[in-house]
């Protein structure tokens, strides 16, 4: 059965630094992988999403890179603002038929002005 | 991309009454779904709504407590029956797009008295 883990839970940063987001799977045989982005009583606003034939996408300040292999994504944030605060949520849709996407618990980041 | 509408946003119930949470997509869509996020949680998958026929439920949620409808290929409700205090959580609906990305709508938030 598919699990997915997030590290570190939750990160408080200075306005400005670069930061890192860490997502790991247990099964390899992914369709593809997602990462979210919630704020506090929203819903979830796609960021990325890596087909599992690719290797990293790009979107303006965000870079989600994929290890199918070693179970890994990424998520790296450039030049963090205030506005990034949020809880960030990567989600793995599993290759099997019939089985749906597999949620982490999120990292919730907080970047301080 | 898909644009997803829920109604309504937020609703306080008493404890035994039923509500109704309608998701609506701007464009046709093969794959909906309806997750719950209690507090502090990541996401459950309740169903998997499927168009002209019976939802499909993940364990621990049944039919009789969670009725779905899906008349069409953009529209879907979720239920909540006999509603307790333990079914106070947000409800969101999603939508896979053509290329398997998934989006969500802006959730319903419950509250049972």
């Known amino acids: 059965k598919q699990e997915v883990t997030q590290i570190p839970a939750a990160l408080s940063v200075p306005e400005g630094e670069n930061l890192v987001l860490n997502c790991s799977f247990t099964d390899s045989a992914i369709y593809n992988l997602q990462w979210f982005r919630q704020d506090p009583g929203k819903g979830l606003t796609s960021l990325l999403l890596i087909q599992s034939s690719q290797r990293e996408q790009t979107s303006g300040r965000l870079n989600a890179s994929l290890d199918k292999s070693s179970g890994r994504s990424t998520l790296y944030i450039a030049a963090s603002q205030p506005g990034d605060s949020a809880t960030y949520l990567c989600a793995v849709h599993p290759f099997s038929y019939g089985q749906n996407f597999v949620f982490g618990p999120g990292t919730r980041l907080s970047v301080l002005p | 991309s898909a644009v997803i509408s829920q109604k309504p946003s937020r609703d306080i119930c008493q404890r035994g009454t039923s509500l109704t949470i309608q998701c609506q997509v701007d464009s046709q869509v093969t794959m909906m779904f309806w997750y719950r996020q209690q507090p502090g949680q990541s996401l459950t998958l309740i169903a998997t709504?499927?168009?002209?026929?019976?939802?499909?439920?993940e364990s621990g949620f049944v039919i009789d407590k969670f009725p779905i409808s899906r008349p069409n290929l953009t529209f879907s409700t979720l239920t909540v029956s006999n509603m307790s205090p333990e079914d106070s959580s947000i409800y969101l609906c999603?939508?896979?797009?053509?290329?398997?990305?998934?989006?969500f709508g802006p959730g319903t938030r419950l509250t049972v008295l």
């Open positions: 709504a499927n168009q002209g026929s019976e939802a499909t439920y």
């Open positions: 999603s939508a896979l797009d053509s290329s398997n990305e998934q989006f």
